[in-house]
């Protein structure tokens, strides 16, 4: 799975599409995840971040302590209420503002009128000044790798293709949440594709474009698409489903609401406690399993919830 980035004007979105990796955990007050965080510009997050590097883009507003495993580096003009803990170095723009502590066990970086309301810590270095904006920083960084001639041709490609106008594919190990989208305690609101890996357990109701989703996630929230939604093996959704197009339903899955698109596939494992809406027409999946006895039966589903792509 993918997520797409495009260059673009100071009033274009950079990032596109919400990624949620493996494992991501909405706790009461906070997002955790095992990767990197990358946050778009202009984001409202009503919870606290931990993750390993934690990138920040401008304008955005997040309410909850930041815990960073690596450097942490916060674009101008953002709002973060509540305190915050880097292992590593510290970057911070101009105008920020943090309601809390900040504890850095590196270095810290910070531009003009930065204000930290119940003080700092910094073990290493501390330099005010203006530090450069997020992508001016990973553009100029992957420029002096290329004049240091370090996989020259490698570097030049890259560049090439990171900042060329077509769609450009990045990892879905790290937590992505693009330019302008909405994460509040009862919302998830992007304005396109939301993918979402496997073994995750979330909260809020879901609107995207579309949505891809993973296995085994627990989603405590209804989902709703313009476009295709595909759900995973094993997952517990705890609302609805709505699509203005096709909705695919995997394997040992439960959804605890209505199902309303204009085709409807499941698979006949899956559990739909409401209704089915679908003027297009409802497929059922069925596997091949005549001739096998109970027993082999009842291992048979197991061993599908368990390795669903090896089915």
Excluded at 45 to 58: C, F, L, Q, R, W
Excluded at 80 to 105: H, P, R, W
Excluded at 246 to 262: F, K, P, Q, S
């Amino acid at each position: 799975m993918i997520i797409r980035v495009t260059m673009a004007d100071e009033d274009e979105e950079i990032l596109h599409d919400l990624v949620i990796p493996d494992r991501t955990q909405m706790e009461e007050h906070t997002i955790a995840t095992v990767g990197d965080a990358i946050i778009g510009n202009r984001v409202s997050i009503g919870y606290g971040i931990i993750a390993d590097s934690i990138t920040i883009g401008e304008h955005s507003s997040i309410e909850g302590n930041i815990i960073a495993r690596s450097d942490l580096r916060v674009d101008l003009w953002t709002k973060i209420n509540g305190s915050v803990q880097t292992d590593d170095d510290a970057y911070f723009g101009e105008f920020v503002n943090v309601s809390g502590k900040l504890t850095v066990d590196g270095s810290l970086d910070v531009g003009n009128n930065v204000q930290i309301k119940e003080g700092y810590t910094a073990k290493g270095w501390i330099i005010v000044r203006n530090p450069l904006p997020v992508f001016t920083y990973i553009f100029l960084y992957l420029i002096t790798l290329f004049q240091l001639d370090r996989g020259g041709e490698e570097i030049e490609k890259a560049l090439n293709h990171l900042f060329s106008e077509e769609e450009q594919l990045l990892s879905t190990n790290m937590l992505t949440i693009p330019d302008h989208a909405i994460i509040s305690l009862t919302d998830i609101i992007v304005h396109e594709a939301a993918i979402i890996c496997s073994d995750c357990r979330l909260f809020g109701n879901v609107k995207a474009r579309s949505l891809c989703m993973g296995d085994r996630n627990n989603l405590f929230g209804s989902i709703r698409t313009d476009q295709d939604m595909h759900i995973g093996t094993g997952c517990i959704i705890h609302g609805a489903l709505e699509s203005k197009t096709e909705i695919n339903i995997l394997r040992g899955t439960r959804i605890m609401g209505d199902v309303d698109a204009n085709k409807v596939t499941f698979h006949e494992t899956a559990y739909i406690d409401g209704a089915i809406h679908a003027p297009g027409g409802v497929i059922t999946i069925k596997d091949d399993v005549d001739g096998l006895a109970n027993d082999m039966l009842n291992t048979y589903y197991c061993f599908s919830l368990l390795f669903p792509h090896s089915i």
